[in-house]
Structure formats: C-alpha cells, structure tokens
C-alpha cells in the first residue's frame, strides 16, 4: 500500500513538475543529450559495456557529489583492482564532467526516473552486484527493487541539511518504511546520524565517518593549475596584482561584489576581480552586469592557450567555463563564496580552504553547518551579515598579508586535521560488499 501511495504521490509530481524541468533542458543546454538514459534506454555499446563484471551503481547528483564518487572510486579500486562502476548523474554539468574524468573501465549514465518498470529495466541492464548513494539520494523504487534482488545499498557522505530534513518530515510515512531497507549509512556528523535515524534508519546500521569533501579538497594536485596560469597571463594578469574571486556565485551576489569592487580599486588600483558563476547558463545576464558597470572584462572562453596576453590587464575575468574553479582558487588572494549572501544553503569552501586561501562567506551557510564550525573555531573563515559588511571583509584581508596568510594556514590546518572519511567509509562498506564476477 505504502509504494502504491509513493508511485501515485511520485507520478502526480513528475506530471506537474515536467513543463519547469523542459523549460530548464532548454534554458541550460545538454540536458537533451542521452536523455533515453532517464527512461532505461541504452545503446548497444553502452549495454555491452553494462556486461563487465564486478560492477557498482555510484549515483551522484551533480558536481560536487561526482568529486566525491571519484574520489571513492579510486580509493575502492585500490584495494579490488578489477571492480568497474557505473556512475549516475542528474545534471547535464555532472554528466559531462563524468565523462571527462571516469576511467576508460567505467560509464556514465543520467539517472533514470524512479518508476518502478524504469528502475526495473535500469538493474536488469546493469545488474549491479552494490549500489552507492552519494549524500542524500533516497530514491524509493531504485532502493526497494534493489532490495528485491539482494543488491546492498549504501548511502555514503550522508548529509540532510535542514531544508532536506524538513522535506523527509513530511514523508515519514515513508521512509520509516524504506531506511530499514539500506545495508549502512555513512554519515558526515552527529547531527546527520541522529536526522537519518529519527526519518526510520536502524541505529545499528548507521555510521559516522565524517565529510570525505576534506578528502576531496586535500588533493590539490591537477595540471589544471597549467590552465589557470596561462588563462592570467592571457588577460593581462602579474603575480604583483591581488585577486579577488567570486566563487559559485548565484543570483545578486555577481552584483555585489562589483560594488565591492568598485568601492576598493580607488584605494588598490591594480586590484582584479573573477567572477565565477555557479551556472554557466547565466553568463548572458551577467555579461549585461557587466558592461552595464563600465568596467573591461574578458569571457575565460575567448582565451586561447599560447595567444598573445592583453597589454593592459582587465579589471574582471568571467570564467564562463566548467571544471576549472579549482585552480583558480590557488592564484587568488581574498575568495568569497556564493549562495551565501543573497541566496540560501551556501557551497563547498573547503576547495580555496585547501589552497590556505583566505575565505568570506555570507550569514546563509545552513548546507554547511558542520564544516563551518570546524572553520570558525579556528579563525579560518570570515562570515559576514551584510554587503557593507562584506567589503570591510575584504579591504582587511587585503590590507594585512600577515592575516591573509595565517588565515589561509588555520584553513589548510582544518583540511590536514579532518582527513580521513574515504577511509572509514570504504572499511564500512567493503566487508559487506563481497563483489563476485557473473556466473
């Protein structure tokens, strides 16, 4: 009775829901690519490849869990060389970077829409022998068919923000029935541990391992950094300039750091601003900002490796690209990270954090309470209420090189101190997971 409810609840929703998520295929761009993956449909190749042995189902939302999978991945191939995974995705931005970074052994899949013949057609195709929910991926049919086919599922890097919490509230009826029916959860905090287990989640199967993110952001190796340095070349930028850096920015908040901006050229006159969009989709209204603010700019994507650097530096680099915000983060001098100040939930700081860069964020981190309180404690991040707020922020950090600098090292101390969550995660998971090749 309670799965009839959830398909019927399920079926009204994706009805309602479908025009807004059309119009967001068409306003973002890629989602119409393998969109047959959503509906269980694949290519004869992709369904050979489905034939490899020993495979795990890793599902990640977008970007952010996708680094986490990799991650995971790697460390799990480690220990059981010849495991092969297929990797799902929700976002065409996570689609693509699947692509780009998985190994040749592995596939990357749009998730499929949880109707149970879908996710039927789904299994039987992958035949996955472990499924991997990265974060807070509960997807009933997808868990309960799963369990149908004795296939352990794992939720890992756990997280139920205060928003997410609320939503699974309202839905007890449900996932009291449906937690039991995972093996192991491993979550990132107490906090998550105790949400997940008040939603239904037997206490003895919940772990906490900590956020692997502090895993993720400890890797700060990548020839990307090659880019980074040759794109600042390219638009006029000198080791001697300072930096400021908008990091996954949202809606107003590419606004207010050209105010920022404006208020502190008079008094650092070679000051430079990046500004990096959390959507690429927006760089049309941003650009609109931009002229609009009188100020020279540059698009990362009209620079080309090799080329003939400007003879005077722009006032603003838009990186309007996607996989390469990291490195740039290790030429910056003072970052501010977006959804923070006009937008709610917050995104990762750990990834400048790693680069012992000095971080501002606004007062709306509710995504990332955990982490923020390991970074406050230690004076590694500045959180600001305001905009005026926000640009004393950033004319002290600017101002004092030695603050900059013990700020950034208390950040990279925090990351060093936290490691180790991958670890723990795959010492739980593993022993249950006994991966077998096809008879």
């Not at 010849?82 to 780009?100: E, N």
């Not at 990834?351 to 509710?366: D, L, Q, R, S």
């Amino acid at each position: 009775m309670i799965w009839w409810f959830y398909n019927a609840l399920f079926s009204v929703g994706f009805l309602l829901l479908l025009p807004r998520f059309l119009l967001r295929m068409r306003r973002r761009g890629g989602y119409a690519r393998d969109f047959h993956h959503r509906f269980g449909r694949y290519r004869p190749e992709l369904l050979a490849a489905f034939s490899e042995e020993a495979r795990v189902w890793v599902h990640a939302v977008s970007v952010g869990e996708l680094y986490v999978a990799l991650k995971m991945m790697d460390e799990w191939r480690a220990v059981q060389s010849d495991v092969r995974f297929v990797v799902s995705v929700t976002t065409s931005t996570g689609y693509t970077l699947a692509r780009k970074h998985l190994d040749p052994r592995d596939v990357a899949i749009y998730f499929p829409v949880d109707f149970p013949p879908v996710m039927r057609r789904v299994l039987d195709a992958i035949r996955p022998q472990a499924i991997l929910l990265v974060e807070v991926e509960l997807w009933p049919n997808l868990i309960r068919l799963a369990r149908e086919r004795d296939v352990p599922v794992f939720l890992v890097n756990g997280r139920l923000s205060d928003r997410s919490f609320r939503r699974y509230q309202k839905v007890r009826m449900i996932t009291r029935h449906l937690l039991p029916m995972v093996d192991i959860f491993c979550m990132q905090s107490t906090i998550d541990a105790d949400r997940v287990i008040a939603l239904g989640a037997p206490p003895d199967k919940v772990r906490v391992t900590g956020s692997a993110k502090y895993d993720i952001a400890a890797d700060t190796e990548s020839g990307e950094g090659e880019v980074a340095v040759e794109m600042l070349r390219l638009a006029g930028f000198t080791p001697e300039q300072p930096i400021l850096l908008g990091g996954s920015t949202w809606p107003g908040e590419e606004e207010a750091l050209l105010d920022v901006y404006k208020g502190l050229k008079t008094r650092y006159r070679n000051l430079s601003l990046i500004l990096a969009p959390r959507h690429v989709e927006r760089v049309p209204e941003i650009l609109d900002l931009l002229k609009k603010s009188a100020r020279s700019f540059v698009r990362r994507s009209t620079l080309n490796p090799g080329g003939t650097p400007r003879s005077a530096p722009v006032d603003v680099l838009l990186l309007d690209t996607t996989g390469e915000l990291r490195q740039f983060y290790r030429h910056a001098d003072v970052i501010f990270i977006g959804k923070s100040l006009t937008q709610h939930g917050g995104q990762n700081i750990l990834e400048p954090a790693a680069f012992a860069k000095p971080v501002v964020v606004g007062p709306n981190m509710e995504n990332f309470k955990s982490i923020m309180a390991d970074f406050l404690a230690a004076g590694a991040v500045v959180q600001i209420e305001t905009l005026q707020g926000l640009r004393r922020a950033v004319d002290d950090l600017l101002a004092n090189p030695d603050k900059r600098e013990a700020m950034g090292l208390s950040a990279a101390r925090v990351i060093r101190e936290q490691q180790g969550a991958l670890k723990r995660t795959l010492d739980a998971v593993l022993p249950v997971c006994t991966l077998l090749p096809d008879e």
